[in-house]
């Protein structure tokens, strides 16, 4: 048995040398098969790790290798399109100088024909330069960047210029300098500015450099030190002086003059014949650097290098003092007279003056000179205007200025961040201060039809400000300020008095607003039923999440009460979530229906808390009870139109059989006993009867007018009653139980006796109630003025009802009779009206001591109301000051010549257009070398990227990449030892079988 078990034992470690065997041919066939040693976790944890990141890195690096190509390509395409720029430009160049020319006298409109078409084609060409939907020359793009690395920081920022032809050209600033010197006897007798002027030059490179000289100084010798210091501004000067030679000599006198210390001969001149003088100038040109030229009849003096011109009168005789010398700018030609004309008086006296030169600035960008105290050149402040945006720009980030608010925009909307000081802040001259703010909301301008405050809740629900009731989690404030009324007495409980029924509140956007930009939000109350005398509020607007204030903070909002058939009353407050502190912000009410202006509230906070702010609407009644004409003193005797009333010249039939006021008629309940036939008594139709209804002169009191109601030429039935005319109220009064009502009345016979009614009838509901219901005995029965006054028995909405009535006393089958009536008197103290009003608001505001404000996006506002390009934010000083921006114009600053206004027509427009040209070539050829530099950088980075992946690509197969050589010998050792162990376990199961087979 022990030999069996020895066997057993042999095969089990054949059987598992054979599966380990296995197991490491398979991980060294799947590491050839593959070409990784790592493969999975399991096989390295660190290796695996080690190598995953570095496959991470190498796959970003790929993509950060194809960024840079499609980069490298746009810029490629950008520098492509500048050159072609700058060919037409050198061509516009090479026309204007042809332009210049004298000879090309007639071919000017032809030349500029060929300068208006390239410039066409550069405009084009700045709109069509597109790559992949982006515009690579129209300078509309902010920064853009480039992702050129594997990392977030591996970024290049470049933007793009734009280089449409009213874009580029040269910037400028022309420094006249002083007015004419002189008179004076000699040129050392000219009395100059002393001390020192200094200004400030900011120029392509964004920093201030200080430039100094004598205030003495000449032009030629300012520009020299300007043009000293160009390679640091980008601002090259020139300099030049212009002067005007005339005579108020009409004959011709001989003169000599010295310029600039050199004496020319001899020459005739006159105010009509200036050709001596010129060529007497001209000839000593040499000397003195002034050339003469006649320009539309006029002599001009020119030097073009800018120094001083002396001009002295040599002539002492005494009529020779006819000449006259005139500084001219430097701004045209021959250019604008600067200052007074300058008289030279004989020689020995004062025969001199001295014309100090121009100094024009010229850059191919925006630049700035501030004054330092600079005389006579650069000595003035600019004050260029802010032009506010005309619309909200809801871009994320992008701020504008709008009707006096900065705003935010977040992508979808915008939020108020500052407001203009008014007070402080002078558009027209450039001046511009910002007080910080966040707009809590507000029903922004060109948004028709959106939810104006849609992040607040609107509750549409009654508000009693009691001190108790509730709105959300907070207690509402007690109303401290109750309105007077003329028309009665609030009750004590004020405007938790009446019942809720019939009543409206709504929300909606109006086009209406403070600052005209046409939105508002409406807090509109009603139309409420409501006691004539009394207050409703509601609804309410309720910011939906709170806002950490403190002390000092301010608080704005545009408001504005609007009534309707009512007064507003309307209330505003914050309240703090915590502790319910509240304060009042708007308490206020309309008188006499009328609305308010707008108005703006601001509400410094006085303590620390987590506010809401509530806005609640509210209606004011304040109307007096009285009943249209009850006097019946509107008109006069005989009128048959009776205001307030309507009168019915008919016969009317009681007892249901007709309708008045929209009701049947009532019953007649008292009646005469000899009345024939049952009741209604009065069914039947008469076989005549002429009705009236008109003013009287019968009244109660003897002075004024009261209504008569009569019936004539009546033929009845025997005994019989007919009823018309009769008059109704046009106004239903609500009245209640307990109101009372009082007439006057008069009733008298006619052809017989009278039968009259009076009643109240229910509108809606034709409840009656009887008033009045009178019948005379026979013909010749009257009554005297009597007063009626009864008390309302059920509340409702009634109407007045008086009819005059005849019967037949005598059996004679004729009628007629009259009721007069007077003074109708309601006497309520409370009625029930229809009423509403509205609160309007918009821009609720706060303004803090900070605020976020990207310094990029401000600069980028700034120099849009200002009218620059966005790098030309440095020509202006902007401070921030506690909780405020102050932004002041206060630099002279370049304007613009682009190459768009060249005209080549004249000799002067083609002069002035090399000078455009120039600085717009330059400005192209510095972009070019930009864009240059940036694709050099970003080739630079492909280079690095591409080295440094296969530098990663061979670390990660050190570390990950099977051994070819050693896997294959592994593999040929586990299958070799398979081998074996596959013999041993063959071999043993035989010897093992053949054992057994022996043992039985």
Partial sequence: ????????????????????????????????????????????????????????????????????????????????????????????????????????????????????????????????????????????????????????????????????????????????????????????????????????????????????????????????????????????????????????????????????????????????????????????????GVQASEVAGALILVDNSGADMVIENTRREASYNTLRVQKLAADGVPGTAMGTQVSLDVAGANDTTLISGSVEL?????????????????????????????EIDFRRGALSLVDGKMYRGDGETAEVVALVDTGTSNLASGSLDLKFAFGIDDALPGVTGSDPFRSWEKIEQRVVFDGTSRIGNHAVPQDQALPNFANGLLPASGDAAYPEADVAFSFQQVSDDDGNDGNSLELKSGPISMPNVGIVHGPALQSAQTYNLEAGDVLSFDWRGVAGAGDYDVMAYIVDESTGHTEELLNATGQGTASSSWATVNKTIEKDGDYRVVFVGGVRSDKEVTFENGTF?????????????????????????????????????????????????????????????????NSSDGNGLSVQ????????????????????????????????????????????????????????TGEVQELLNETGATRTASTNWATVTQSVSKQGSYKFVFVAGTWDASGGRAAGANLYVDNVVVDSSEQIVQADAALRIDEVVITKDTANID???????????????????????????????????????????????????????????????????????????????????????????????????????????????????????EEMIKQLAGFVLTNTNEILRSTLNLLR
């Fill in 1 to 288: 048995m022990s030999y069996i078990s020895s066997l057993n034992a042999s095969t089990l470690l054949a059987q598992a040398s054979l599966n380990k065997g296995t197991e490491r041919a398979a991980v060294s066939m799947e590491r050839l098969s593959t070409g990784l040693a790592v493969a999975s976790a399991k096989d390295d944890p660190s290796a695996y790790y080690a190598g995953s990141t570095l496959g991470a890195r190498i796959a970003w690096e790929a993509q950060a290798t194809k960024n840079i190509s499609d980069t490298s390509s746009l810029l490629n395409a950008t520098d492509g399109a500048i050159e072609q720029v700058k060919t037409m430009l050198q061509r516009i160049r090479v026309l204007a100088m042809q332009a210049a020319n004298a000879t090309a006298e007639l071919d000017r409109n032809l030349l500029q024909a060929e300068v208006d078409q390239l410039t066409s084609e550069i405009d084009r060409l700045t709109q069509t330069t597109v790559y992949n939907g982006q515009r690579l020359l129209n300078g509309e793009q902010d920064h853009r960047q480039f992702h050129v690395g594997g990392d977030a920081r591996d970024m290049v920022s470049y933007r793009f210029s734009g280089f449409r032809p009213n874009e580029i050209g040269a910037y400028s600033y022309l420094s006249q300098g002083e007015n004419a010197f002189g008179p004076a006897p000699s040129s050392s007798d000219v009395t100059r500015t002393a001390g020192t002027s200094e200004i400030k030059l900011v120029g392509n490179a964004g920093d201030l450099v200080a430039l100094q000289w004598s205030a003495s100084a000449s032009a030629d010798a300012i520009a020299a030190q300007i043009n000293a210091s160009t390679a640091d501004t980008g601002v090259v000067a020139k300099s030049e002086t212009r002067a005007r030679l005339s005579t108020v000599s009409d004959s011709p006198q001989i003169y000599s003059l010295k310029i600039n210390g050199t004496q020319t001969a001899n020459f005739n001149i006159s105010a009509s014949d200036l050709g001596a003088a010129i060529d007497a100038i001209n000839k000593i040109s040499g000397e003195t």
């Fill in 362 to 390: 010229v850059s191919s960008e925006a630049f700035a000179v501030y004054n330092q105290g600079a005389t006579g050149h650069f000595s003035a402040n600019q004050q260029r205007a802010l032009q506010q945006d005309t």
């Fill in 633 to 697: 003193e509107n008109g006069t005797a005989g009128d048959t139109s009776i205001p307030g009333w309507t009168t019915y010249t008919q016969q009317v039939r009681l007892g249901g059989l007709d309708t008045v006021a929209g009701q049947p008629t009532p019953g007649d309940t008292v009646f005469p006993a000899t009345v024939i036939d049952a009741a209604p008594h009065d069914g039947a139709a008469p076989s005549s009867a002429t009705y009236t209804a008109q003013l009287s002169s």
């Fill in 709 to 764: 109601l009569q019936s004539t030429g009546v033929t009845v039935q025997g005994h019989g009653i007919l009823h018309g005319p009769y008059l109704v109220s046009n106004e239903a009064m609500s009245l209640k139980p307990g109101d009372s009502v009082s007439f006057d009345w008069q009733a008298t016979g006619g052809s017989d006796a009278y039968d009259v009614i009076g009643y109240l009838v229910d509108e809606t």
């Fill in 855 to 973: 310094e990029q996006e401000l600069s980028k506002l700034i120099d849009r109301l200002y009218g620059f390009e966005e790098d030309g934010g440095r020509v202006y000083d902007l401070q921030r000051i506690g909780n405020r921006i102050e932004i002041d114009s206060k630099p002279i600053v370049a304007e613009l010549e682009s190459v768009n206004s060249i005209d080549v027509r004249t000799n002067a427009g083609a002069n002035s257009a090399l000078t455009i040209l120039d600085q717009a070539l330059a400005f192209s050829a510095d972009r070019q070398a930009d864009v240059s530099a940036v694709s050099q950088s970003v080739d630079f980075r492909m280079e690095r990227l591409l080295d440094r992946s296969l530098q990663m690509e061979t670390a990660r197969g050190r570390i990950v990449d099977a051994d070819f050589a050693l896997e294959s010998a592994l593999l040929a050792k």
